[in-house]
């Protein structure tokens, strides 16, 4: 079952590829989200530029493209793979997202298709690492820091149910980008020297 898996991670990828926050930066700013802004194309760079209505479509289409991959692998591969399918095609939508092909490896962070890959994977332990990732963004005003506390509580939560070791596996590779993208920053922030979220976007 090597190749269902390799599919799903390819199906994964090319959904992840599509950068909402770009599409939208281009439309309305003719100018791509990589040029403008904090660099980042990501709905809270377009929620400060451009207000809460084109934050939301970008995060309707983060939210959109992780689920069509996910959706898509799980329908071709469920028979092979289960459920499995689901987190191999979130996990190539993590990559497409972050490192897309069209832009040398250089794109997202990943926080919306990580949570959206979680919860279609398991909506009960899911929902409750976005919950808490929440509270940790609340608590320390630094968003870099519920980024990785998502994904921190699902491999915890994972484990608890005794999750395969394949499953445990592609959780940690989940975690491993977060901790790529947003580690750094999570540093900064125990320095002191990164700036705290502003937890409002711009109203336009």
Known sequence: ?????????????????????????????????????????????????????WALVVLAGDIGKTAAACVISWLLFAPALGNLAVLYAGCGAVIGHNLPCWHHAR????????CVTIVLFDPLIGLISLVLGL????????????AIVIPVCFLIGECWVHASPETLALCAFLLLMMILRHGGAVYRAYKGTEPKTNLGVHRS
């Open 135 to 146: 509270i940790a963004v609340c608590a320390s005003h630094y968003l870099c820091v519920g």
């Open 107 to 114: 794109g997202g962070k990943g926080v919306t298709v990580t």
């Open 1 to 53: 079952m090597i190749l269902e898996r390799i599919a799903c991670i390819i199906i994964g990828y090319a959904w992840g590829n599509i950068l909402t926050a770009d599409l939208v930066a281009r439309h309305q700013l003719h100018a791509s989200a990589f040029d403008i802004g904090t660099h980042n194309p990501g709905m809270a760079n377009i929620g400060h530029l451009l207000g809460v209505r």
